[in-house]
Each structure stands twice: as structure tokens, then as C-alpha cells.
């Protein structure tokens, strides 16, 4: 699951308080630690004291940039006025959200003037989040009591989404070759893709990687062959040759990975299996690598690349997948690709396949390739596309998972049953232009991929 987010705390107050109600501040400051001590509970947190000038604020965003926080949660401990905080909020990448919460749980007969002016920190955040919004700066927001389990889980969520947003934006994805020919759903300005959702693409050297094929260490190469037999039930039609000649394509791509620093990988197999450099083609390399977190995306797609990795950074474990074909007599779908899937999905108790495939559509040679079906229960399943006017969008739904093995099915599947009747469900994703790619995580994750869309400032639709 996700690593231990880093939250930078932003108390405000009014400036005028000071000079009139002196005795307030250091009340405020005794609320906020504790407040700091509820919100470690989400992640580390760094506090060093309450703002009240536009000075201390810059201050204390520059503090949270050196220690390389994920978001900003800021606290209205009073009222406080926007425009203090509007400057560094808009001039920084640092993910925000607004906390509208007190000290003060409930009012009853005792509540008088003394606990309005140590809980009115509400319409300072309504300040805030007016000129944040006219300003076009994404944030979230949450309201709640500091001690309340509820308001703390979302906090916790906007801090995941946050982190998720971070690593999106340091992200590199490599494409190997070109998009599919005519496969116009995932067409991409790249320009476009980095300022909105954060990755940079890079073109894989296809030297670089006939290279690693080429100078792939024996004793290596045997390691991976001994971990393919030890890990899979292996095909008796697949030689030791043709082991040989995919761990070599895997440690090329691994090879790769590490020295161009990527996160996620675009492979169109076509590209490689017209080169005569290349025999045995990545299949195996492309699922055993999104067990370890690298994101894949089909046909040179590197924006399902990108839906994958935001999805593994938001849930723990993601996989490629692709609607292949509808059951409209059992209302499911029929979920498959030509050889990805994340093999720590697949079904316990059951041996994952490594079965031999001659190739891609025509090209390449004889490769090794994972089969299995994948754990039944809850799934997340998330659509990164480019909507009309350039502008990205996440479409996202929740379903279930139905393991169904097809006998002599060479590659990872399983049918999604949809939270709705299909025919509505794949209506309604036609409607929105949703693309032939998708991410899926095991878990119902809908709280978390809605809070990154907003960070990130992308539409989101939820079907």
C-alpha cells in the first residue's frame, strides 16, 4: 500500500487578534498541537507555529518544501483573511486541502462569547476556498471534528490522492516504437499530458534495448530462468532456449528501466518484432514488472500507462487490462489484453501459467507468456483519457471481479461485473469517450481516485 504521506500544517489567524485579544494566540497555538497530534495519526506532520502575516506564510510554505511534504492541510484557527494565504497557496505545486475544523465539538446552553472566538475558523476557510477557486488553484476540502474518525480518514485519503499526485508529476513513462496505427483514442499531446497529469514520455532507444538483449549476462539470465520455473507452471512446449530468450528480453527491459529512471513502460510489440534484433518479445518482462510497480500500457499508450501508475500509488496494486467482450446474458464483461496483467492479482491457490506464444500478430518469435485469472472480489477500474478541447479526464467505476479461467486462454483474464447492468454501464462509457484502456485495482477505491482527480484538476466521472 501506499508509503507514510508527510502533511504540512498551516495554522491561520488574524493579524489584529494580536493587538486586541493577545490572550487568544497562545490559546490557539495549545489547540493546534493537539490538532498536530491527531493528524499523526494520517502522517508525519511539520508545524512550527500559527501565520498571521503573508510573510510568515511564505515562510512556512518554503518550510514544507524542504521537507518535501505531500500536502498542505491548512486549519483556519480563526477567522483569517485570503489574500495572506492566496500568493504561496497558488504559487505552489504542493497539493492543498482545507481542514474547516475546532476544538469546540458541539454547542450547547454553555456556549457563549469566549468559545466563538476560539472556534471561528469556518467562514475563514470560505474565504480562502472562494479565491483559491477563482484562482483556478485545485484543492479539497474537509469538514470536521479534529478528533473525529470520519474527518481523519478523509484527510488520510486526501493525503494518498496528494502523494499519488507528487509521483505523477515526477513521473517517466518510456514508450518503445510507436501508438498502434489508426488508434486514434489515445492520440496525446505530450505538452498537454505533462502540465495537466504530470508525466514526461520518453522514447526508448530501440539500440539501447537490442543492446541488452545482446550483452545480457549469462549467469543473470539463468537466474530468471530458474525464478520462471520455480514461480510458474511452465508449458513443456516452451524449450530452454525459449526461456533463455525471454529472460533475455527481460533483463533488456529491465536493463532499460533503471537507466532512463522510468516509472512506466508503452510497449507496441509490432515494433520489436519487425526488428530483427529482437526474438522473444517482453510478455513475461510486461507482467512481472507490474507486480513491482512499473506501469504498462499497451500499443505505445502511455496515458493507460499513467492511469496504471496513478492507480498503483492509490491502491497498493494495479493492472492493464482492456473490455474485450460482453456477456449481456450474464451482465458482465470479459476483461483481457494480449499478454499484461499484474500476477499478485491472480487467483490464490491456483498456479499461474507460463505458456508459449509465437509472437505478436504475425511478428517476433517464440516468447514466454503469464496466464491466469485473477482473484475474485471488489475492483476499482479507472479510465485516463483526453476529453474535447484537449482537456484530460478520469472515468472511473467500481464492480466485481469473477475469476473465469478459459481453458487454453494464453494471457491474464477475468470477467468484471459492473456496479450497473452492462448495457447502461458501457452506454454511458461510450457517452463519455472513454478509451479501449483501463486500470484495475483490487478494493473499492472511488473516495481516493475522485480526490486525485481534484488535485490534479482533471474532470472527473464516476459511473
Known amino acids: 500500500m501506499p ?46 507555529g500559527i501565520a498571521v502575516t ?20 491548512v486549519v483556519h484557527l480563526s477567522y483569517a483573511p485570503s489574500l495572506i494565504a492566496l500568493p504561496a497557496l497558488v504559487r505552489s505545486d504542493i497539493p492543498v486541502i482545507l481542514f474547516s475544523t475546532q476544538e469546540l465539538a458541539g454547542i450547547d446552553d454553555s456556549f457563549g462569547y469566549e468559545a466563538m472566538l476560539k472556534n471561528h475558523g469556518v467562514h475563514g476557510a470560505q474565504d480562502l476556498a472562494n479565491v483559491l477557486r477563482r484562482a483556478g488553484k485545485p484543492f479539497g476540502a474537509v469538514t470536521g471534528h479534529y478528533q473525529d474518525r470520519r474527518a481523519l480518514a478523509e484527510v488520510a ?21 510507436w501508438a498502434f496505427q489508426d488508434m486514434g483514442d489515445f492520440g496525446l499531446d505530450e505538452t498537454a499530458f505533462l502540465t495537466q497529469v504530470g508525466p514526461h514520455v520518453q522514447q526508448i532507444p530501440l539500440d539501447l534495448l537490442a543492446d541488452g538483449v545482446a550483452a545480457a549476462p549469462a549467469g543473470e539470465v539463468a537466474d530468471l530462468v530458474a525464478d520462471y520455473r520455480a514461480s510458474y507452471e511452465v508449458a513443456p512446449d516452451l524449450s530452454d532456449a525459449d526461456l533463455e530468450a525471454s ?25 520489436l518484432g519487425q526488428d530483427p534484433r529482437f526474438g522473444a518479445l517482453p510478455f513475461a518482462a510486461a507482467a512481472r514488472l507490474l507486480a513491482e510497480g512499473v506501469s504498462f500500457g ?17 491502491c497498493g496494486m494495479s493492472s492493464f487490462s482492456e473490455m474485450f467482450t460482453l456477456d449481456f446474458a450474464g451482465d458482465t464483461i470479459f ?113 481516493r481516485v475522485r480526490k486525485c482527480a481534484k488535485l490534479l484538476g482533471v474532470d472527473y466521472v464516476e459511473l
Not at 506564510?57 to 514544507?64: K, S
Not at 529472460?247 to 515494433?271: D, F, N, P, T
Request: hydrophobic content about 45%; proline content about 6%.
Open 3 to 48: 508509503g507514510v504521506p508527510r502533511l504540512g500544517l498551516l495554522g491561520l489567524m488574524l493579524e489584529l487578534y494580536d493587538r486586541a485579544l493577545p490572550e487568544l494566540k497562545p490559546e490557539q497555538e495549545r489547540f493546534a498541537r493537539e490538532l498536530v497530534e491527531s493528524l499523526q495519526e494520517v502522517g508525519d506532520v511539520i508545524w512550527d
Open 54 to 73: 503573508r510573510a510568515e506564510v511564505d515562510e512556512r510554505m518554503a518550510q514544507f518544501r524542504a521537507a518535501d511534504v505531500d500536502l498542505v492541510v
Open 157 to 177: 485519503e486526501w493525503a494518498v490522492a496528494a502523494s499519488t499526485v507528487r509521483r505523477l508529476r515526477g513521473a517517466e513513462i518510456g514508450r518503445v516504437g
Open 247 to 271: 529472460a533475455r528480453a527481460e533483463w533488456a527491459m529491465r536493463s532499460v528501466i533503471g537507466q532512463l529512471g522510468l516509472s512506466g513502460i508503452s510497449l507496441h510489440y509490432e515494433v
Open 298 to 314: 499497451g500499443e505505445g499508450d502511455a496515458v493507460s500507462s499513467a492511469a496504471v501508475l496513478m492507480m498503483h500509488h492509490l
Open 335 to 447: 476483461m483481457s489484453h494480449f499478454a499484461e496483467g499484474n500476477p499478485l492479482m491472480a487467483r490464490q491457490g491456483e498456479p499461474i501459467q507460463m505458456v508459449r506464444r509465437d509472437g505478436w500478430v504475425g511478428s517476433g518469435g517464440v516468447s514466454a507468456s503469464l496466464a491466469f485469472t485473477i482473484e475474485p472480489g471488489p475492483v476499482t477500474m479507472v479510465n485516463l483519457t483526453v476529453a474535447p478541447w484537449g482537456k484530460f479526464q478520469i472515468i472511473a467505476t467500481r464492480g466485481k471481479a469473477e475469476s473465469f479461467l478459459v481453458p487454453g486462454q494464453p494471457t491474464p483474464h477475468f470477467r468484471l461485473r459492473p456496479a450497473r447492468p452492462v448495457a447502461e454501464f458501457c452506454n454511458d462509457y461510450l457517452l463519455h469517450g472513454g478509451s479501449h484502456h483501463v486500470a484495475v485495482s483490487p478494493g473499492h477505491h472511488l473516495g
